[in-house]
């Protein structure tokens, strides 16, 4: 089972685009969840699969109860933007544990979900590969986002 490479969850896009989900990118609140390779993340389940804590996102979770709680870190200074070039991006900044002293092993990868979302609840959007498992002993996990955001899409 691995990772291989940063995803947006086609389920979450039909969903927007079709209207069943009542997604408001710029106010809901979204988490980074943190995961182990124990997992086989997959952009093509179903909505229902993409949520937190259901399907292949229903184990392998990595956390500590201070620092990084298993449900997530709060999405903080959520924007979209760069509307030039034909590209939507939806960025945000880097996520931090909330303690000096946290401790983390083997997180390969994370889900970014919509918890405030009700049906289906807790939908991912996107999943974000490490590139290989990363830790911190009594320190400071951050993730560091890409200059192109968590996810954009060239029109």
Do not use: E
């Amino acid at each position: 089972m691995a990772w291989s490479a940063s995803k947006i969850l086609i389920g979450a896009i039909v969903d927007m685009l079709g209207n069943t989900s009542a997604y408001d990118i710029n106010t809901d609140a979204f988490k980074a969840a943190l995961f182990n390779d124990t997992i086989t993340p997959s952009q093509v389940v179903t909505s229902a699969n993409s949520c937190y804590a259901a399907g292949v996102w229903a184990s392998g979770g990595v956390s500590d109860a201070t620092g990084w709680p298993a449900a997530g870190r709060s999405l903080v200074t959520v924007t979209l933007t760069d509307y030039s070039a034909a590209t939507v991006k939806w960025d945000a900044d880097d996520t931090v544990s909330a303690n000096d002293t946290t401790t983390l092993a083997s997180c390969n990868g994370a889900l970014i979900y919509n918890d405030t979302m009700s049906s289906p609840a807790d939908q991912g959007l996107c999943y974000l590969w490490f590139g290989g498992p990363a830790s911190v002993t009594s320190g400071r996990f951050t993730i560091v986002y890409h200059t192109n955001g968590l996810m954009s899409l060239a029109l």
